[in-house]
């Protein structure tokens, strides 16, 4: 402002050049500029204005304009306001004014302002006065903030009373009407409702107040101007309104509507849009509680109406004041017969007296419970009624229940307890006796002679703890038994309890706590049942059916893996067979010999691993010999030894005659040297290795897998780490592994123990952390001579066979391409079939097919069933079924040559010359 009244040129004003301003103007204009107080400053007899920067918010946009204009011009539209008080500071005498009303037109419009304010006069040398200083400071906000404070606070207050819809409807009315500055009027519509309660017709006609447009978050409304509105505290009606719908807590429903008119000397802001959203919160909070209390009353009133108990209030006398209408459906009484007269007048004329002291009790505010006496119906008949009652500003409130039939129900069951007790001693496979209240046993039925074997006068009077064991008496358990059933009525659980003679059995235990009318208790009834032999059934059933499971589990993994086994079987068949042939027409290149001899190395590694999984789901081909355990274990034992070191010693404990055993030699060779190394990996620090085997005979019900027979328990074990439980429940498992990364498979346990169910026999493992590991093989005894290892044939060596037409049938392209490139490159001629049934129609197309080769797990035809089809067209042709498994491929009466997948061309050429020397069967 400083510089505005710089550039400001003075002389145009009756001030004219500053530099002649007086003393008496310069010194309080210095302070005026100075100071962070709203101030102005008018001087002369026109009070030229000058007002500092803390001022211009209140003068809005009459700023800068009004700097040098008489004050009369300035504040023109509230001059009148405080004339009176200018005169009054020209004559030397200040004024003060607090939060004086003002509607200044500082923003364009007329605007409700509040200001607190005092006119000082500033005199002259002369000390006449030459000006006024006024310091102001604006008061509108906290005014207006406060007054609609005040305004939500009325409605809190008022609210919390309101208990219906009408009485809300006036607490509303009342509390804004302490308001009519911010709202000059407030309208209220309720869902249910058809107009509001003071009648102001803002619903009607009005755009955005209908219940179907209401927001929670509120709306301004246009008023119409053709329309009367309510001015509130004001000289001119409202132009705006806010339409905000009440919520309905809980959901997402519209309770209501309420429509304020707004101030007509106040612009729109968020401020009175919050105030007036915490109002329909409120609002919506006590319609809440009103609904509430709507629908308690209706629930009272239906109890009331519908209960088929007897509901009454009594006066201090005992005369009825008001009596329930089942006093009609139950005692045939009409109400307005019973209103008004003394209780006596329907009680039996025993049971008067008593209830009178009754009555006394209940309103000296004693709650009576199950208090009982007889009420007389219309037709000269008693009825039993059991009262409970509770007692508020001298009348008594009470609900009573007719037990009339319930009386002579038990009546009726007193009168059979006798035959009861005949039916409780003639029991037998239940311990049936009571306990009194301290333990002790006071009657005893056959089924608690029989079960617990004391008789009767042995055991009556004693204390029934001596049927638990001496550690369960010392924790409590008999005592904590009895305390239970006191508290909750009942009392059961299973526990080993003792007879007379010392045996435990287990026991299935209930205790019911007996109550007489009164709810006391008086003892208690103990039921006791011997189930020591279900509890072991049940046993041996869950240790079955967890054999099971495991059963069920095994031969699906085994199920998959054999499946993915002979996938794979083929894709090496491919591999193989192409690497083989790509080796013929390799130039002479050391690097390349030697990558190709990696892969064929390679492929071999798969085909071993693809055994493996064969083996683990017992569907490899096992060539089944007469085998002495001794002789097999001496022959590999040096050879084994080299291998795993000398730290582990390897001994062997067999007794001098040995039966032989029918398996696979080379197989059981495979399987031992898995267990053998098993074993050195379990000791890392070196120890004993011992390999056992005895003869066992098993006979029915001895054991869950192995049949009747005899059989070579042989065990390899170790003293190293041992497993834990579950280690040793997946030990079994293919691909499971203790072992780092790369250091091994999990295929070496799953492959022993498919061999061994293969053979007819078991695999089991026992073991123990810190105790070291025993794996024992179950294999079934051969009869019979021990067969000698026939001799071996030089690989490299490829019988001659003479040029052939050769069938060649398999599903699997690849393999059917590479078994169709060794063929060629063994001289024959190759009629290629990609199916069982393309393989038949071929044939029997030509005459000149020397061999079939056929695959066996075929879709539509098996390779069993392709040969069977083509015998009956011409018996006995030579036929190779070329499989990775090694089931399922026989055909009883039939020769055929079987070669197992993967195979090479030596192979190959060795199963086609056995093939074409054997004869038709």
């Not at 005199?123 to 906000?141: R, Y």
């Not at 307890?417 to 005893?444: C, N, P």
Request: glycine share 8%.
């Amino acid at each position: 402002m400083a510089q505005a009244m710089r550039e400001r040129d003075w002389t145009e004003t009756s001030l004219g050049d500053p530099r002649d301003w007086p003393d008496a103007l310069k010194i309080p204009l210095r302070m005026l500029l100075t100071s962070r107080f709203e101030m102005w400053l008018g001087w002369g007899p026109d009070l030229i204005f000058f007002y500092n920067d803390a001022y211009i918010p209140t003068l809005g946009i009459k700023h800068p304009n009004m700097l040098g204009r008489p004050f009369r011009e300035v504040w023109s539209e509230v001059y009148e306001d405080v004339a009176n008080q200018v005169e009054l500071v020209k004559a030397g005498t200040a004024t003060w004014n607090k939060a004086l009303l003002l509607l200044l037109e500082r923003s364009g419009f007329p605007e409700e302002t509040y200001h607190s304010f005092s006119y000082s006069p500033l005199f002259q040398g002369d000390g006449s006065v030459g000006g006024l200083l006024c310091v102001v400071t604006e008061e509108t906000a906290r005014i207006i903030s406060e007054r609609r404070l005040e305004t939500l606070r009325q409605l809190g207050s008022g609210l919390t009373a309101v208990r219906d819809k009408p009485g809300l409807h006036a607490a509303v009315q009342s509390a804004f009407s302490t308001n009519r500055r911010d709202f000059p009027f407030v309208e209220m519509r309720l869902a249910d409702q058809v107009a509001g309660a003071d009648g102001v017709p803002v619903f009607e006609g009005v755009v955005g107040t209908s219940l179907r447009d209401a927001e929670v978050a509120g709306k301004y409304l246009a008023l119409p101007p053709d329309r009367s509105w309510p001015t509130g505290d004001w000289d001119r009606p409202p132009t705006e309104a806010i339409a905000i719908a009440i919520p309905e807590l809980g959901t997402d429903k519209t309770a209501g509507l309420l429509v304020l008119g707004l101030n007509p000397y106040r612009a729109l802001n968020d401020d009175v849009l919050n105030v007036v959203r915490l109002a329909a919160a409120q609002i919506a909070g006590a319609l809440a509680n009103v609904v509430t209390l709507g629908n308690e009353k209706r629930r009272a009133d239906r109890i009331w109406s519908v209960s088929r108990d007897l509901i009454v209030v009594v006066d201090s006398e005992g005369v009825f004041r008001s009596v329930s209408p089942s006093w009609t459906r139950i005692l045939g009484h009409a109400p307005q017969h019973i209103v008004g007269r003394h209780f006596s007048d329907f009680m039996h004329p025993e049971d008067i007296e008593s209830s009178l002291a009754a009555l006394a009790r209940a309103v000296g505010d004693e709650e009576l419970d199950n208090y009982e006496n007889r009420f007389r119906a219309v037709d000269g008949t008693y009825h039993r009624i059991e009262w409970h009652t509770t007692q508020e500003e001298g009348l008594v409130y009470a609900y009573g229940r007719d037990v009339t039939e319930r009386r002579a129900v038990e009546q009726a069951l007193n009168d059979s307890e006798k035959q009861f007790r005949h039916l409780v001693q003639g029991v037998t496979d239940y311990a049936i006796y009571m306990i009194d209240l301290e333990g002790r046993v006071s009657s005893w039925n056959e089924g608690a002679r029989r079960i617990k074997g004391y008789e009767p006068e042995e055991i009556i009077g004693k204390h029934f703890s001596r049927f638990y064991r001496e550690e369960d008496r010392n924790n409590g358990e008999p005592a904590r038994a009895l305390e239970t059933a006191r508290r909750e009525g009942r009392f059961s659980a299973e526990g080993w309890r003792v007879r007379k003679d010392g045996d435990l059995f287990r026991a299935s235990v209930v205790i019911d706590a007996i109550r007489d009318d009164e709810g006391r208790p008086i003892g208690f009834a103990k039921i006791t049942r011997d189930i020591t032999e279900r509890e072991a059934t049940q046993r041996e059933l869950e240790a079955a059916r967890e054999a099971l499971f495991q059963s069920q589990k095994m031969e699906a993994i085994g199920q998959l893996t054999g499946g993915v086994a002979h996938d794979f079987n083929n894709l090496l068949m491919a591999v193989m067979s192409s690497l083989e042939l790509l080796q013929k027409h390799l130039p002479p290149d050391q690097m390349s010999r030697r990558l190709l001899d990696n892969a064929i190395e390679g492929a071999k590694r798969g085909a071993t691993l693809t055994q493996r999984m064969l083996a683990f789901a017992r569907r490899q081909d096992l060539h089944l010999d007469q085998v002495d355990v001794a002789g097999l274990l001496a022959g590999m034992n040096d050879l084994v030894q080299r291998s795993i070191g000398p730290e582990w010693p390897i001994t062997t404990n067999f007794p001098l005659k040995l039966p032989a055993v029918r398996v696979d030699a080379n197989q059981l060779e495979m399987s031992l040297l898995n267990l053998i190394v098993n074993a050195r990996d379990a000791t890392p620090n070196g120890g004993p290795i011992v390999i056992s085997a005895d003869r066992r005979r098993i006979e029915n019900g001895m054991g869950a897998t192995l049949a009747r027979g005899d059989y070579i328990r042989l065990a390899v074990e170790d003293k190293g780490s041992g497993m834990d439980a579950e280690t040793l429940r997946r030990a079994t498992e293919p691909f499971f592994t203790t072992k780092g990364v790369g250091k091994g498979t999990g295929l070496g346990l799953p492959m022993v123990h498919g061999m061994a169910k293969q053979l007819g026999g078991d695999f089991e493992i026992e073991s123990k952390p810190g105790q070291g590991t025993k794996a024992i093989l179950w294999l079934p005894i051969a009869e019979g001579e021990v067969s000698r290892p026939a001799p071996t044939e030089n690989d490299a060596v490829q019988p001659p066979v003479p040029r052939l037409t050769v069938l060649v049938a398999d599903d699997d392209a690849l393999v059917l391409m590479n078994t169709t490139a060794l063929l060629e490159d063994l001289g024959h001629e190759v009629v290629e079939a990609y199916s069982g049934g393309d393989a038949l129609k071929k044939f029997r197309a030509r005459n000149d097919i020397d061999l079939i080769i056929t695959d066996q797990a075929m879709p539509n035809m098996t390779g069993t069933q392709l040969i069977k089809a083509i015998d009956e067209d011409r018996p006995g042709i030579p036929a190779i079924i070329a499989s990775g498994y090694g089931e399922g491929v026989d055909l009883p009466g039939r020769r055929v040559e079987r070669l197992g997948k993967p195979f090479d061309q030596v192979h190959l050429a060795r199963s086609i010359a056995r093939a074409m020397d054997r004869s038709p069967a």
